[in-house]
């Protein structure tokens, strides 16, 4: 079973609409990010969450993206208005079974903005 | 300013060659991570290896073997008699140890082929 579960695995979306991307850690962890990964490209870090505050962002998360922990365990990602240029791999991250030091990645929720 | 460079965009070999995959960082800080990420075909991120940066010795996982070296600020990672199984991209990336946030700064990925 994996340590990260991530869903939808892929969704597509008109520009504009809202989007909201879940993930569901095995472990009740405290620290928490969410990668983007633009097609054939690196991957490049958004957020990071502790203890339900976000401890850093990145320039490309601005006012359109937040992050949330609704229920004590699932992690969100919400885009609030679609851009094409949003069409990407999102990857959640934990700190894994290794350690603080090491990280497991979700299987990603590939989202198409049309 | 930290940053994770590999400068081979694309490497392809024949099964049971050799191949290392270079990683050159920048960072300024004392206290550093360095990791290496597959992402095969399916595009999942599997994590591959951590070392710290007061670690210098070099590992061997199986096939996998990886070199740190501080002096020139590289962590190479070579794998002997490569299979097929072995195509993908592989990440090179690099946490620096702050309280809290110790994000990973990746590298721009080596997509590695290997030929039956």
């Known amino acids: 079973e994996p340590e990260v579960t991530q869903t939808p695995s892929h969704q597509v979306t008109q520009m504009g609409q809202e989007v909201i991307l879940r993930c569901v850690p095995i472990s009740n962890h405290l620290y928490f990010y969410w990668y983007r990964q633009i097609l054939g490209q690196k991957v490049e870090f958004l957020v990071s969450?502790?203890?339900?505050?976000?401890?850093?962002k990145s320039e490309i998360f601005d006012d359109q993206f937040s992050v949330e922990r609704p229920d004590g365990s699932n992690f969100t990602l919400k885009i609030r208005s679609t851009k094409l240029e949003d069409s990407a791999m999102y990857f959640c991250?934990?700190?894994?079974?290794?350690?603080?030091?090491?990280?497991?990645f979700g299987s990603g929720t590939r989202l198409t903005v049309v | 300013a930290q940053k994770v460079t590999q400068a081979q965009t694309e490497i392809s070999v024949v099964e049971k060659e050799d191949v290392t995959l270079d990683c050159v960082y920048e960072t300024r800080d004392t206290t550093y991570y360095l990791f290496w990420y597959k992402q095969p075909p399916s595009g999942e991120l599997v994590f591959l290896i951590r070392r710290n940066s007061f670690d210098e010795q070099n590992e061997i996982s199986g096939r996998y073997s990886w070199n740190f070296q501080k002096s020139t600020s590289s962590f190479n990672f070579t794998i002997t008699a490569s299979q097929v199984v072995d195509s993908a991209v592989y990440f090179c990336?690099?946490?620096?140890?702050?309280?809290?946030?110790?994000?990973?700064?990746f590298g721009t990925g080596t997509r590695l082929q290997v030929f039956p």
């Open positions: 991250a934990t700190p894994s079974g290794q350690g603080r030091w090491g990280y497991t």
């Open positions: 969450f502790y203890n339900n505050e976000i401890s850093e």
């Open positions: 990336a690099l946490s620096e140890a702050r309280g809290n946030t110790d994000k990973l700064i």
